[in-house]
Structure formats: C-alpha cells, structure tokens
C-alpha cells in the first residue's frame, strides 16, 4: 500500500504565503507525476499543479505565477508553495501520486488533505 501524508495548511491573510508538503511512503517501486489539487466547498475538485518524474511542470491559470511546484525523490515529497495568496485560494488541498508499486502494479493515490484558509 501506498501513503501519503500531507502537511502546511493553515490560515494566511491574503498576501501571504504557504508551503505545502506531500510525503510518499510504503511499497513503491518508482514515482511517476505528482500533483496538487483542491476543493473549495460546493465546488469541484480542480487541478492546480502537477510535476512529472522528469521535470515537466505544469500549472492552472488561476495559480500561475504565485504557486510553485517542486519534488525531492530521494524524500518522495512534493511541495506546493504559494505565495500571493487570494481568498479564491480557500480550499482543501489534496496531494495525488501516481506510480508504480513494489510488486508491479500501478497505483494512484490521494493525499487526506489539508486546510488553507485566506482571509483578513
């Protein structure tokens, strides 16, 4: 089984910034993209940033140019920092993970979330 084990949210005045991070353990073999993505509520889960194994980044509009992406694969750890924080960014905010298990099969797994708050 795969974990993943997210922290950093919390609440910022608009402005401000955050950090979030996404750790991956259990029985992996190798880390393929890695993602963040968020839910306000009442509204749908949407994609904000993903980051391939090689580097490719990839951001939505609404969060280009104030978030940035990275990953660490010797920690298996994928950060989402964010800066210029709106209160439009109110949301949880999920990690997602895909892969390759030890034993050979795929997997493709979710983070249990973690609260940002933007607000004065």
């Known amino acids: 089984q795969v974990q993943l084990v997210e922290s950093g949210g919390g609440l910022v005045q608009p402005g401000g910034s955050l950090r979030l991070s996404c750790a991956a353990s259990?029985?992996?073999?190798?880390?393929?993209?890695m993602g963040w993505y968020r839910q306000a509520p009442g509204k749908e889960r949407e994609w904000v940033a993903s980051?391939?194994?090689?580097?490719?980044?990839a951001y939505a509009d609404s969060v280009k140019g104030r978030f940035t992406i990275s990953r660490d694969n010797a920690k298996r750890t994928v950060y989402l920092q964010m800066n210029s924080l709106k209160p439009e960014d109110t949301a949880g905010y999920y990690c997602?993970?895909?892969?390759?298990?030890?034993?050979?099969?795929?997997?493709?797994?979710w983070g249990q979330g973690t609260q940002v708050t933007v607000s004065s």
């Open positions: 980051i391939s194994s090689g580097g490719t980044i």
């Open positions: 997602n993970v895909k892969g390759t298990a030890s034993w050979g099969r795929s997997f493709d797994s």
């Open positions: 259990g029985s992996i073999f190798s880390i393929n993209a």
